[in-house]
């Protein structure tokens, strides 16, 4: 299990998910934005999981997704009339950041090398 960066991809698909999931319910002009930064914050949740060799290239991915989400809510947060929308928007992006950041920090177990026998 400490071959791949477990926490790092779990958070970012989680991002994605909640991401996919709450922007199911925009209409208008926020449907695509959000669909296109949900669908890129689970490919590099996947990617994290099936390349940990390029993990800095997929975490780097999550964590610009993840603060352009952001900023898309802080946009939000102060338009009129939106409220309590915003606090469960920003769920996603802030799993995004911490699944950025640790697959950043995620460093490979070194493989130990097997005991020869000397018969």
Same mark, same amino acid.
């Given at each position: ?26 209409? @208008?002009?926020?449907? $695509?934005?959000? #669909?296109?930064?949900?669908?890129? *914050?689970?490919? =590099?949740?996947?990617? !994290? ?34 409220? @309590?929308?915003?606090? $469960?928007?920003? #769920?996603?992006?802030?799993?995004? *950041?911490?699944? =950025?950041?640790?697959? !950043? ?15």
């Amino acid at each position: 299990m400490s071959g791949r960066p477990t926490v790092a991809w779990i958070l970012s698909l989680a991002s994605g998910i909640i991401i996919l999931l709450l922007g199911s319910l925009a209409s @208008g002009a926020l449907f $695509l934005p959000v #669909l296109i930064s949900g669908v890129l *914050l689970l490919a =590099g949740g996947v990617m !994290l999981y099936f390349r940990p060799s390029s993990r800095a290239l997929w975490s780097v991915l999550v964590l610009v997704v993840a603060v352009a989400d952001l900023a898309g809510i802080a946009y939000i947060f102060f338009s009129p009339g939106v409220g @309590g929308v915003t606090l $469960l928007g920003s #769920l996603g992006p802030l799993l995004g *950041l911490a699944g =950025g950041v640790a697959g !950043l920090l995620w460093k490979p177990t070194e493989a130990r090398p097997q005991p020869t026998s000397t018969n």
